[in-house]
């Protein structure tokens, strides 16, 4: 049974940064890449960073490049995501997806204010 477990969220002031957990269990982690989404109150999920199976290649969304890294222990079957120089604009409740199985974390929630 596939499972995504996020941790690592909370609240930020502007300019802080934050790491995002995702574990995963329940398929061979390390044969597929993994997403970290994020939904925003009254705002479409959208896709923040992807990384493929080994780590070699990764994808960010225009908003988050070089200032979001995606990266993954495939010892761990755990994925990241660091967030430095966080915005206002990044508040949203942060999702781990596994395309392959079309599965979704909980979800962590991440505010950032002053």
């Known amino acids: 049974q596939v499972r995504l477990v996020e941790s690592g969220g909370g609240l930020v002031q502007p300019g802080g940064s934050l790491r995002l957990s995702c574990v995963a269990s329940?398929?061979?982690?390390?044969?597929?890449?993994m997403s970290w989404y994020r939904q925003a109150p009254g705002k479409e999920r959208e896709l923040v960073a992807g990384?493929?199976?080994?780590?070699?290649?990764?994808t960010y969304a225009d908003s988050v490049k070089g200032r979001f890294t995606i990266s993954r222990d495939n010892g761990k079957n755990t994925v990241y995501l660091q967030m430095n120089s966080l915005k206002p604009e990044d508040t949203a409740v942060y999702y781990c997806?596994?395309?392959?199985?079309?599965?979704w974390g909980q979800g962590t929630q991440v505010t950032v204010s002053s």
């Open positions: 990384i493929r199976s080994l780590g070699a290649i990764t």
């Open positions: 997806y596994a395309r392959a199985f079309l599965y």
């Open positions: 329940g398929f061979t982690f390390s044969s597929y890449g």
